[in-house]
C-alpha cells in the first residue's frame, strides 16, 4: 500500500514539474520550439507564435510550416539541410540566422540557437531551437554602417578639398612675404592658420563620432600631464592628483585632454589654473575661470559655427564623442574655486 502511495506522489510530483517546464516555456521571451526526428513540430511556445504569425494549433505536428516561414524553395531546401545536419548529430550546437516570411508578409531576423535532443541510450529524439528576433538590432547595425560611410566620405572631402587649396594659399603667403611687407600679409596668415584648426577640428569631430581604436590599460594622470606639455598652455598651471587607470584608447583621450585644456585656457585666460583628480566613478577637468552660466551646461557640448576670430565651438563637441565613443558620460558643472568643471563618469578603473 506504502509503494502505491509513494508512486501516486512520484506520479504528482512529475505531473507538477512538467506543467511548472511548460509554464517556463510558453511565458518565455524567447522563441521556442521543439521538433521530433522527423522534423515535425512539437512544440510553439507563445513568443513562436507572436513573432511568425502562426498559432500553435496550426503548426504542431505539421512539417509544412517550413514552406510558409521560408517560401524562396532553395533558401528553405538549404536550412532544412542544416537542420538535419543538427538532427542527424553532426552538429553539437550550432548559432545562425534565417530570415523567415511572416504570416502577415513581412520579414523578420531570427538568431538561432538549436541542437538535437537524446535520450539516456543516446539515441536521438529530435532537436530543440531558440530563436531571438535581432530585426531591429540588424537594422540599427546598418544605420550605423551607413553613418559610417557617410563620415568616411565627409572626412575625404574635408581632407582632399580643403587641405588642397589650403596648402596651396599657404605657399603664396610665403611667396607674397619674399616679395612685400605688409602687416595684412600676418592677418592672412593668421586667418590661415584658423582654417588648419577647424579642418583639423571637423575631421576629429568626424573621426570621433565613429569608432574608437583598440582599448589599452592607461595611466589618466600621466596622460594628462603629457598632453598639457603639448597644449600652449601661456602661464597656466596644471595640479593632477591620483587618477585610476582605465581601459581606454590613449589616443582618443590625448584629444579629450588637449581639447579641455585649450578650453580652459581660451575661457579662463593665460594664468589659468587647472586641475585633474578623481571623482565618484570617474575623474574631473576643472579650472578657476569665469566659470560656466546654467543655460550653457547644456549647450557646450554641441558643436557651433565660428564667428569673427573666435575659436569654432568644436572642441567640447568633440570631446563628447570621444567619451560617448567610450561608452562614458560627460556633464558640465561649476567647480569649487567658480570656474567650469567637466566630469567624466562612467569608466571601470583597472589595476
Known amino acids: 500500500m506504502g509503494s502505491e502511495r509513494n508512486q501516486e506522489r512520484r506520479t504528482e510530483t512529475f505531473s507538477e514539474l512538467n506543467q511548472f517546464r511548460d509554464a517556463i516555456i510558453q511565458s518565455a521571451n524567447v522563441w521556442i520550439n521543439t521538433l521530433d526526428e522527423e522534423g515535425n513540430v512539437t512544440l510553439w511556445n507563445r513568443a513562436a507564435e507572436e513573432i511568425s504569425g502562426y498559432p ?5 505536428g505539421d512539417d509544412n510550416i517550413w514552406a510558409r516561414l521560408y517560401p524562396d524553395d532553395e533558401y528553405r531546401r538549404e536550412i532544412l539541410c542544416y537542420v538535419g545536419e543538427i538532427l542527424q548529430g553532426e552538429k553539437a550546437v550550432e548559432a545562425f540566422e534565417t530570415t523567415i516570411t511572416t504570416r502577415d508578409g513581412s520579414e523578420r531576423i531570427i538568431s538561432w540557437n538549436s541542437h538535437a535532443i537524446v535520450n539516456a541510450e543516446d539515441e536521438l529524439q529530435g532537436s530543440v531551437a531558440v530563436g531571438r528576433d535581432v530585426t531591429e538590432r540588424r537594422e540599427r547595425e546598418r544605420q550605423l554602417r551607413r553613418q559610417n560611410e557617410r563620415l568616411n566620405e565627409f572626412s575625404n572631402i574635408v581632407s582632399h578639398d580643403l ?3 589650403l596648402t596651396i594659399a599657404q605657399g603664396y603667403l610665403e611667396l607674397a612675404r619674399t616679395e612685400c611687407d ?3 600679409l600676418e592677418d592672412v596668415d593668421i586667418a590661415l592658420t584658423r582654417i588648419d584648426q577647424i579642418v583639423n577640428q571637423t575631421l576629429a569631430l ?8 583598440k582599448k589599452e590599460s592607461t595611466d589618466l594622470a600621466q596622460l594628462a600631464e603629457h598632453c598639457w606639455e603639448t597644449v600652449d598652455t601661456a602661464r597656466g598651471k596644471l595640479e593632477v592628483d591620483d587618477l585610476p587607470r582605465t581601459n ?5 583621450l590625448c584629444h579629450l585632454f588637449e581639447n579641455l585644456f585649450r578650453n580652459t ?3 579662463g585666460g593665460d594664468d589659468v589654473s587647472v586641475r585633474v583628480g578623481s571623482c565618484e566613478d570617474g575623474f574631473y577637468v ?9 543655460d550653457l ?5 554641441e558643436p557651433v559655427a565660428s564667428g569673427g576670430g573666435e575659436t569654432a565651438g568644436l572642441g567640447l563637441a568633440i570631446v563628447k564623442r570621444i567619451v560617448e565613443a567610450h561608452g562614458w558620460q560627460i556633464r558640465a558643472t561649476e567647480s569649487t574655486s567658480g570656474g567650469a568643471r567637466f566630469e567624466i563618469v562612467g569608466i571601470d578603473p583597472t589595476e
Do not use: K, M, Q, W
Open 56 to 60: 500553435a494549433a496550426d503548426v504542431v
Open 163 to 165: 587641405r588642397n587649396p
Open 182 to 184: 605688409s602687416d595684412h
Open 206 to 213: 568626424a573621426r570621433h563620432g565613429r569608432t574608437i581604436d
Open 248 to 252: 581606454a584608447d590613449p589616443r582618443a
Open 265 to 267: 585656457i581660451e575661457h
Open 286 to 294: 576643472e579650472d578657476d575661470g569665469v566659470g560656466l552660466s546654467a
Open 297 to 301: 551646461a547644456e549647450e557646450i557640448f
